[in-house]
T-cell receptor, first 112, second 113 residues
Framework: NAGVTQTPKFQVLKTGQSMTLQCAQDMNHNSMYWYRQDPGMGLRLIYY???????DKGEVPNGYNVSRLNKREFSLRLESAAPSQTSVYFC???????????FGSGTRLTVV | DQQVKQNSPSLSVQEGRISILNCDYT??????FLWYKKYPAEGPTFLIS?????DKNEDGRFTVFLNKSAKHLSLHIVPSQPGDSAVYFC????????????FGKGTLLTVNP
């Protein structure tokens, strides 16, 4: 009964480095989402995948790419990390019922 | 342009009293609304939701009220408990938009013993 699993939980990157944040859900949900949370900014949508094989930009997509590897997994890639990408990243999934998301526990990323 | 607004960054109440958290939205097309609760170092967890066809939804100590004409919703917690201390996010969604949710900035609720 894991729900949504994110890895890693913490990461420190140097400016210009790349990395991939992993997310997997075991609830057979169709839709998956990546949000970032910054102080005073709430949760902002980066990218989402309405179903396997599709991805779309959200509110703040610049500097990120995503891959919906299969129905379970949705990864977020930073190709060249910048200090402005220091944030807490949350992955979520939804059954498209209109009753909201299940969130992972987050990845705290610091770019120095 | 912030479509979901929580204008109070923080709220402090005494244990046993009522907590009222407020949320305003600008997009009249939103047709469902949710409240999430978030503890430090954890992901947000779903608390309660309401469809735009209703004006009230209740679940135990938690009640959400929706005033569509004012584009306003509120979360009432009665009675408040110290374990309710958390950040509360209001979110709004639009059916048919791939169920994307738009979140407010959150309100930090502190319930004092």
């Amino acid at each position: 009964n894991a729900g949504v699993t994110q890895t890693p939980k913490f990461q420190v990157l140097k400016t210009g480095q790349s990395m991939t944040l992993q997310c997997a859900q075991d609830m057979n949900h169709n839709s998956m989402y990546w949000y970032r949370q910054d102080p005073g900014m709430g949760l902002r949508l980066i990218y989402y995948s309405a179903s396997e094989g599709t991805t779309d930009k959200g509110e703040v997509p610049n500097g990120y790419n995503v891959s919906r590897l299969n129905k379970r997994e949705f990864s977020l890639r930073l190709e060249s990390a910048a200090p402005s990408q220091t944030s807490v990243y949350f992955c979520a999934s939804s059954a498209q019922t209109g009753y909201g998301y299940t969130f992972g526990s987050g990845t705290r990323l610091t770019v120095v | 342009d912030q479509q979901v607004k929580q204008n109070s960054p923080s709220l402090s109440v005494q244990e046993g009293r009522i907590s009222i958290l407020n949320c305003d939205y600008t997009n009249s097309m939103f047709d469902y609304f949710l409240w999430y609760k978030k503890y430090p170092a954890e992901g947000p967890t779903f608390l309660i939701s309401i469809s735009s066809i209703k004006d009230k939804n209740e679940d135990g100590r938690f009640t959400v009220f929706l005033n569509k004409s004012a584009k306003h919703l509120s979360l009432h917690i009665v009675p408040s408990q110290p374990g309710d201390s958390a950040v509360y996010f209001c979110a709004a969604g639009l059916s048919g938009s791939n169920y994307k949710l738009t979140f407010g900035k959150g309100t930090l609720l502190t319930v004092n013993p």
